[in-house]
């Protein structure tokens, strides 16, 4: 009489799938994507999963909420290499780059909180009295080539004068090139307060995107929790495996 797989020590594909709410090909793809370590074969070419299969497995999917799957693939392939610091140089860059969102995050509320109110002659609509460029820069304390630049850059779309072609700043561009002022004073470049400017324009003005930033935040605590969850058990696979 045969001895039952799960009993001895040995996992059969469908094994190692349940217990995870997994399907045996995606297991069998976790594998042939080295997200596992190789399985032995039968002598009738069956694969046969260990519990090193199931650590490895386990390791994998805490890593992917906080590295993205593909992130989460390069350091289960790195560790299965024996590149144990390259896998450590993917963990760090993925801190990084949640250092550096959470700073963008400060830099987006810092922005906002020195806005200031709106210009004179605004109303709930968000529509104010519209300026041409030069007394823009004066209330704003810029040169007037200064807002050509940031309107070269995408930050700012004034409309043009019909008759004349001089540029029109409504409202919300004004409310724009404040932002753009507050951010560039916090020391960033255009390329990064570009996609800001967007999320501004998207959430429908500053007053929105304010009542975002707490879902951000809060989606940014969690990454940095699913980070440490995910480093947790790599290490406990790492331990097992020495």
């Known amino acids: 009489m045969g001895r039952n797989p799960q009993t001895s020590g040995r996992l059969r594909p469908v094994d190692l799938a349940r217990r995870h709410g997994l399907s045996t090909q995606a297991v069998r793809n976790y594998e042939e994507a080295g997200i596992l370590p190789a399985a032995a074969r039968t002598a009738a070419g069956y694969r046969v999963y260990t519990a090193r299969h199931g650590d490895a497995l386990r390791a994998f999917l805490a ?60 109303g709930a609509s968000g529509a104010g009295r519209p300026r041409f460029v030069g007394p823009l820069a004066r209330e704003l304390g810029v040169r007037a080539a200064t807002l050509r630049a940031w309107e070269r850059a995408g930050l700012l779309r004034p409309r043009r004068d019909p008759v004349t072609g001089y540029r029109v700043y409504a409202e919300a561009d004004a409310r724009d090139a404040r932002l753009v002022r507050q951010l560039r004073r916090g020391g960033y470049p255009l390329r990064q307060i570009a996609p800001l400017i967007e999320q501004v324009r998207a959430a429908g003005g500053p007053g929105a995107l304010e009542a975002a930033l707490g879902d951000w935040r809060g989606r940014l605590a969690a990454r940095g929790r699913a980070l440490l969850a995910g480093a947790a058990e790599l290490e406990a696979y790492l331990a097992a495996r020495r």
Do not use: K, Y
């Not at 024996?82 to 896998?87: H, L, P, S």
């Not at 400060?106 to 004179?120: M, S």
């Open 63 to 122: 890593l992917v909420p906080g590295h993205g799957h593909q992130t989460a693939t390069a350091i289960m392939r790195a560790v299965h290499g024996g590149a144990d610091d390259e896998a450590f140089q993917l963990i760090d860059a993925s801190h990084a780059r949640l250092l550096e969102d959470r700073r963008t995050l400060q830099a987006v509320e810092r922005a906002l909180g020195g806005l200031g109110p709106p210009a004179p002659g605004a």
